[in-house]
């Protein structure tokens, strides 16, 4: 019986170090290849959990690809990193049903690029000559953000602000 009662016991323990094995990580220092601002990026993983990333995105080849990143295996963050020819209206991407990402309630955002900004994402582009084209275009989606919320809206605007340039700086790019 006393056997018994030690195999409990550590079964005990053991799931407990399993629970705590998915608590809260720190905010890592880059995203999909950019840096970033964790007080910005902050709200848009919330609630934090285990933090992992899926990245295929290659700057050097300048080649369409996504960036996901996962809070305790879940998608929260779904990155667009996209290069091409000739410029795009965000507003309109975000609205197309034959777009890649579409937005929920976008409107144009001053963010310092052309952008779109809904309350589940956001869209911006600019002026980038690479050998994938002459622009670049980033997109965001958040699929666990909740439906039209001017706070998770806001917060979306702040980052993509910082992120988008951020990543500008990272590609290697020269106004078109």
């Known amino acids: 019986m006393k056997i018994g009662h030690l195999a409990l016991a550590c079964l005990a323990m053991s799931t407990l170090v399993s629970c705590s094995s998915s ?6 220092e880059r995203i999909c290849g950019t840096p970033v601002d964790a007080d910005l990026v902050r709200p848009l993983l919330e609630p934090l959990g ?25 998608a929260t963050l779904r990155f667009r ?26 409107a144009r955002a001053d ?20 050998s994938g084209g002459d622009h670049f275009t980033l997109s965001l989606l958040l ?24 990543t500008v700086k990272t590609l290697g790019c020269a106004k078109a």
């Open 23 to 28: 608590a809260e990580e720190p905010i890592p």
């Open 50 to 74: 285990k933090i992992d990333e899926y990245n295929e995105v290659d700057r050097k080849t300048a080649k369409t690809a996504p960036c996901l990143i996962l809070v305790d295996e879940k």
């Open 81 to 106: 990193f996209s290069w091409h020819g000739g410029a795009v209206d965000p507003v309109k991407k975000a609205t197309s049903i034959d777009s890649v990402i579409t937005l929920n309630d976008p």
């Open 111 to 130: 963010i310092g690029y052309n952008a779109a900004v809904g309350s589940d994402g956001a869209i911006a582009t600019t002026a980038c000559r690479t």
């Open 143 to 166: 699929p666990r953000a909740p439906k039209n919320d001017k706070d998770t809206r806001t917060a979306i605007e702040a980052f993509m602000r910082a992120y988008m340039r951020e």
